[in-house]
């Protein structure tokens, strides 16, 4: 079977954090052809930059706040304090580090190395699981338009959808394929899965929020 | 600012292909000191150029110090003064004589390897250039006759010219370039020269040092970060403050394991940063310039600082999937991680 991946499902695939995630996994590893389409590529890169963002620049920005408000040398009666001045969407995380990871009294240049350590670790496994779907992956370069295509679903999906489920269309009439399955979790591409297969040539609408697989 | 001269653009490209994740403009290597403070001049030149808007410095003291520095250094006309030198000693001139309470007014900005002396905005009558295995700096014979110019002012750059002649009449250029970076602005700009001197040593003689001495590379890698850090102007370039400490995630990573990686991806990496720094550094750190060019600077720094933004993103992409080594060491806190990237996930 050919399936063709939205957004939320190359985010689904790529970050274990999202909720969708052991669906994505075990759905799209199974199948023996996979698509997608440039400008879903171009949406998830813009949803996993401002995710590093935030996140990596919060740990970076940490780490380096601790060279300068902490003592050359750590005691583990300031594992407290190291908590306090971590920004409020890390905390857990770098309680849970401290505890677990680092053993005190420890030098703070170490403590930084071993804070970029964890960096490293923790964005190089999303990337890890984006290089392993890009694999086994084609990504479709619609350059055709279907202006009445759009017109007829314009009432009922978003722009941005539109033009994802029409690079779909496309791929099915340019590579000559018998059938193919779109993998999302959006709910109004998924209530209108009715009037989606009668525009265009998709054979079925699989929705991941309800899909055990 | 220098380093390695045996690479080639399709080598670097070839490395850096990564499909659609492909990086653009990776031309730019160190360049030895004085190619380098060239490659500035014709940048700026032509920069500057483009607005077509005349602007001279009318200042005779200006005029006076430019005629008698050359004249002192080159006072049998021989024509050996390379334009990079006179720039350069024009600058320590300006300086010295700041500190003695006279403004000859050069028209000066701190950029990629040191200060850039604007040559168009020098009144023109009292120096030319001359293609001669290089550019020189040469006088006219005769000493321009109407300046105006207080007596006393007149002793204190004829004092000034005096010492650095005595300090740099045969010293070469780079000791010059070395005296002019202790003054620059910020300690920053010395402790990334000497990280790129530092990585060119390295480079040079891979493997010598760490069969000599075991491995030493690494802790010299690592004071040179802790420096970079301790010197980064993080109030006056709050912009860059996140996107340098990502800079310094990678390219530590990858120095550390310089061994096994190819070094063109940290050249360039190397000189990008550098190169988003100094453009920061020109709106920023410059006397007697003109305001539309330097609102010119200012407005376009921003598409700028995205653009290197866009590189370090793409750049990111290639480090993890071509030169990072996962290991399993921090699998055991994936779980809480996830929890704190599912709240931005939902807000993305």
Redesign the interface.
């Known amino acids: 079977m050919s399936i063709f991946l939205d957004t939320n499902a190359v ?1 689904g695939y790529c ?5 969708w995630h052991p669906q994505c996994d075990r759905y799209i590893d199974k199948q023996p052809s996979v698509y997608t389409s ?1 400008k879903v ?1 171009a949406e998830w ?1 813009q ?1 996993k ?4 963002q ?4 919060s740990i ?2 940490h ?2 706040t601790i ?1 300068k408000k902490m003592p050359s040398t750590i005691e583990i009666t300031e594992r407290n304090k190291l908590c306090a001045i971590a920004p409020s ?2 905390k ?2 770098m309680r ?2 401290y505890e ?2 680092i053993n005190f009294p420890i030098s703070k ?1 170490i403590l930084y ?1 071993m804070i ?10 999303q ?2 699981r ?2 392993s779907l ?1 694999s086994k992956c084609t ?1 479709h370069n619609r350059t055709a338009s279907y202006p009445k295509e759009d017109s007829a679903l314009k009432p009922v999906i978003h722009e941005s959808d539109r033009e994802i489920l029409i690079d779909a269309h496309d791929l099915v009439l340019s590579a000559s394929l018998e059938k193919l399955d779109f993998l999302t979790a959006d709910d109004m591409i998924s209530s209108n899965e009715k009037t989606i297969k009668a525009v265009l040539k998709i054979t079925l609408i699989i929705d991941l929020r309800y899909q055990l697989f | 600012m220098i380093l390695s001269k045996d690479l080639n653009k399709k080598s670097i490209t070839k490395i850096l292909d990564y ?2 994740f492909s990086m653009v403009d990776q031309t730019e290597l160190f360049l030895d000191d004085e190619i380098g403070l060239h490659n500035d001049l014709i940048e700026i030149t032509h920069n500057v150029n483009r607005f077509g808007q005349e602007y001279v410095i009318e200042n005779d003291l200006l005029r006076y110090s430019i005629y008698k520095l050359l004249d002192t250094f080159d006072p049998k006309r021989e024509e050996y003064i390379s334009q990079i030198r006179f720039y350069k000693l024009l600058f320590l001139l300006h300086t010295d004589l700041k500190k003695d309470g006279v403004d000859i007014q050069l028209p000066y900005f701190w950029y990629l390897h040191g200060d850039v002396v604007m040559t168009s905005f020098l009144p023109a009558e009292v120096f030319r250039l001359k293609d001669k295995r290089g550019w020189k700096a040469i006088v006219p014979a005769s000493f321009p006759s109407n300046l105006k110019i207080d007596s006393s002012k007149l002793r204190t750059i004829n004092y000034h010219i005096g010492k650095l002649k005595e300090q740099f009449q045969y010293a070469k250029t780079k000791e010059i370039i070395k005296t002019v970076y202790k003054r620059a602005p910020y300690d920053f700009q010395r402790e990334y020269k000497k990280f790129i001197i530092l990585i060119d040593i390295q480079f040079k003689f891979k493997g010598i040092t760490s069969k000599f001495w075991g491995s030493p590379d690494e802790r010299l890698y ?1 004071n040179q970060f ?1 420096s970079l ?2 010197t980064f102007p993080e109030n006056d370039f709050p912009e860059l ?2 996107l340098f ?2 800079w ?2 990678f390219t ?2 990858q120095l550390k394991q310089i061994d096994r990686l190819p070094k063109e991806p940290t050249i360039v990496s190397i000189n990008k940063f550098w190169k988003i720094f100094s453009e920061g550094l020109k709106f920023r750190c410059y006397e007697n310039l003109p305001q539309w060019l330097i609102e010119h600077w200012r407005n376009e720094y921003p598409a700028k600082v995205d653009a290197y933004n866009n590189y370090l ?1 793409n750049y ?2 290639f480090f ?2 071509k030169l ?1 080594n ?2 399993d ?2 699998d ?3 779980e ?10 939902n ?2």
């Open positions: 985010i970050f274990p954090a999202d909720r440039k590529l890169y949803k930059s401002f995710i590093e935030v996140h990596t620049a970076l920005e780490a380096a060279l969407q890390i857990p995380l849970l580090f677990r990871k240049n190395d970029q350590q964890f960096i490293l670790e923790l964005e190089g496994k990337i890890h984006f290089s890009k990504v | 499909k659609e690592d802790d850090r301790a403050y996140t400490l990502q310094e995630l530590k990573y993103k990111k992409m993890y999937s990072y996962q290991t060491e921090f055991d806190l994936s809480v991680y996830n929890e704190s990237v599912r709240l931005l996930i807000k993305a």
